[in-house]
C-alpha cells in the first residue's frame, strides 16, 4: 500500500508541475498539455461514471415491492408475491422468484413455471402451458391468462392483482 501511494504521489506531482509550467510562462509559447482537450475529457469521463453510479445505486435501493413497484421498474418489482383470481375466479396466489422460477397456488393445486420481465410486464410461463402476464394498465396491476401460451389474442381471463 505505501508503494501504491508514492506511486500516486509522484503522478499528482508531476500533473501539477506540468500545469503550473504551464500557466506561469508566457501565454505565446505553445503549452505542454492541451488543458482544454483534457478538462473536457476528464469532465466527459466523470459525467459518465457518475451516470453509472446514480443508476446502480438507484436499482441497489429500488423498494423491494408493495404497492411500489411502477411501470419500468425492472424484473425486482415484480418479485415477490401476487394475489389475484385464477380463470375461475377463485384466490390464486403468485410468487415470482429472483432466480426466475414461479410458483403458483389456487384452490389448493402447486403450480410451477418460469417468469421473465417483457416491457413493463412479468411473463410467467407455467408448466401446463397456460400463461399469465402480470401487467400495469391504468396505474393499477392487472393478471391476464393466455390458454397454450398464445399471447398474441385476447387473453382467456383478466383480473386485479396485488403485491403483498
Avoid: C
Amino acid at each position: 500500500m505505501p508503494y501504491l501511494a508514492g506511486v500516486l504521489t509522484g503522478i499528482l506531482l508531476t500533473v501539477l508541475v506540468t500545469f503550473v509550467i504551464d500557466n506561469l510562462r508566457d501565454p505565446d509559447t505553445k503549452d505542454i498539455v492541451n488543458w482544454d482537450y483534457v478538462g473536457a475529457t476528464l469532465g466527459a469521463s466523470v459525467e459518465k461514471v457518475g451516470e453509472e453510479v446514480r443508476q446502480e445505486v438507484h436499482e441497489a435501493t429500488a423498494p423491494d415491492g408493495d404497492d411500489n413497484a411502477e411501470p419500468g421498474a425492472g424484473a425486482r418489482a415484480f418479485e415477490g408475491t401476487w394475489s389475484t383470481q385464477d380463470s375461475k375466479g377463485n384466490p390464486f396466489t403468485i410468487t415470482l422468484l429472483a432466480d426466475g422460477r414461479a410458483n403458483g397456488d389456487r384452490a389448493d393445486e402447486g403450480l410451477k413455471g418460469t417468469w421473465k420481465t417483457e416491457a413493463d410486464s412479468a411473463v410467467i410461463t407455467w408448466d401446463s402451458g397456460w400463461v399469465t402476464k402480470i401487467i400495469t394498465q391504468g396505474g393499477q396491476f392487472k393478471k391476464q391468462a393466455f390458454q397454450n401460451g398464445n399471447i398474441e389474442g385476447p387473453p382467456a381471463h383478466t383480473a386485479d392483482a396485488r403485491k403483498l
